[in-house]
């Protein structure tokens, strides 16, 4: 089977959807790809509040949230979807090779948007000594059996990482009546939303051991128990300081990764400090005619982040189409005392009001500023009374800023 369209979308969670939604809206042929049954994402799990504060100044739901845009999307007669469908092969030249139970597909684009999401660390990539038995979970993966499976994984938790979607469920399981013995995170500060450390542990009087790790799991057919024991200023395990905690269940909230597979099969470079590919302000890649928005961009803390990368996807992918998205040059953006930055280029001529930058820190710090500088020259300054690395720090720049900018470097200063 064979499809032509103007714009390709793999991926229909939240970032997949305002970005079809904003390129359909400008007149063009839509394609969302989507392997899950139903559209939305990992938001159809998410029966929690918090979502849409910032876009749509009101709190939902995660599905209450996804429907919002979904709603938007079925308007659109010009913008469809395949359910079910795995994309098994991207091309350089923007075709697509899916597969669904119709068959095998081969779809054309001229643009191709890539909002495929992240997924969770596993117990691979921890690489936690012990036997294998039953009772170790992904935050993620007990989310969906607790709130769409109705199936409670563990009667006496631990968490091993304070990750939001951790924290979440340390209040989720303890609603469903399981025993929550408290949350380990081997940093010294945690990994999570502020809201959520609050709403989640702190009112239910879980604890939080900070500077903590699982050293070993116990346990053959079914988890027993986990040791635990302090961590150095290395991050280094302290045996001698080791001790044992029962559990029948072990949660991993311990971070997540871009899904940027089909992205390096096409060769498209990769930021190792974001796990997503470069971009510029056009959320364009080093390759043309390639797009990425949300979480298979970087990591956000936030939804609404997310949903609005991806209207500025479909929008800048409606512009290389119509052939109004030149290039003249590339600049490269800098930190200094800072994790990371999107996006890390600036392409010329601008051709928006504003550029929004994504920035997070290292560790957390009080009484900071941020500073954009042309090389030694200070352009503009925020300050901030407080910054965490579990939130991002969003600023918009405005484009008259940067038009004549020639090494743009974002400082944080004490």
């Not at 400008?26 to 876009?55: D, S, T």
């Not at 294998?132 to 499976?149: C, D, F, H, K, S």
Request: proline share 5%; aromatic share 8%.
């Amino acid at each position: 089977m064979k499809k032509e369209v103007d714009i390709v979308i793999i991926g229909g969670g939240p970032a997949g959807l305002s970005a079809g939604i904003s390129a359909g809206k400008k007149g063009k042929k839509v394609l969302i790809i989507e392997r899950n049954e139903e559209l939305g994402g990992i938001l159809n799990q998410c029966i929690h509040p918090g979502f849409g504060l910032l876009y749509f100044k009101e709190e939902l739901t995660g599905p209450e949230y996804a429907q919002r845009w979904i709603k938007e999307l079925e308007k659109l007669n010009n913008v469809e979807y395949l359910l079910e469908t795995m994309v098994l092969e991207v091309k350089e030249n923007q075709e697509i090779i899916a597969t669904n139970r119709e068959g095998i597909w081969e779809i054309k684009g001229k643009a191709i948007i890539f909002s495929t999401g992240c997924r969770e660390r596993t117990r691979g990539n921890l690489q936690i000594p012990g036997e294998r038995p039953a009772g170790i979970y992904t935050a993620g993966t007990a989310q969906r059996l607790v709130n769409i499976e109705g199936y409670l994984p563990g009667e006496k938790v631990l968490i091993l990482g304070s990750g939001d979607i951790g924290l979440i469920m340390a209040r989720r399981l303890l609603w469903e009546g399981a025993e929550v013995i408290g949350v380990v995170e081997k940093l010294p500060y945690p990994g999570g939303l502020t809201r959520n450390l609050v709403q989640c542990l702190e009112d239910y009087n879980i604890p939080l051991y900070l500077k903590h790790t699982v050293i070993e799991i116990k346990g053959k057919e079914r988890v027993e128990g986990v040791y635990i024991a302090p961590v150095d200023e290395q991050g280094n395990p302290i045996l001698e300081e080791k001790k044992f905690i029962e559990c029948d269940t072990l949660l991993l909230s311990v971070g997540l990764i871009p899904e940027n597979d089909l992205l390096e099969t096409i060769n498209i470079p990769i930021d190792p400090k974001t796990g997503g590919p470069y971009v510029d302000q056009n959320l364009l890649t080093l390759k043309d005619g390639f797009f990425v928005c949300g979480n298979s961009l970087l990591v956000n803390d936030l939804v609404d982040y997310v949903s609005i990368q991806g209207l500025l996807a479909g929008e800048s992918a409606v512009k290389y189409i119509d052939n109004i998205l030149p290039i003249d040059k590339r600049i490269p953006v800098e930190i200094e005392n800072l994790r990371l930055v999107v996006p890390q280029y600036i392409s010329f001529p601008i051709t928006t009001e504003k550029i929004t930058f994504y920035l997070r820190i290292r560790e957390p710090q009080k009484n900071v500023k941020l500073i954009l500088k042309d090389q030694d020259k200070k352009i503009k300054e925020w300050r901030y009374l407080i910054v965490k690395p579990a939130e991002m720090i969003v600023v918009n720049v405005d484009s008259e800023f940067l038009k004549r900018i020639e090494k743009p470097i974002f400082s944080l200063e004490g």
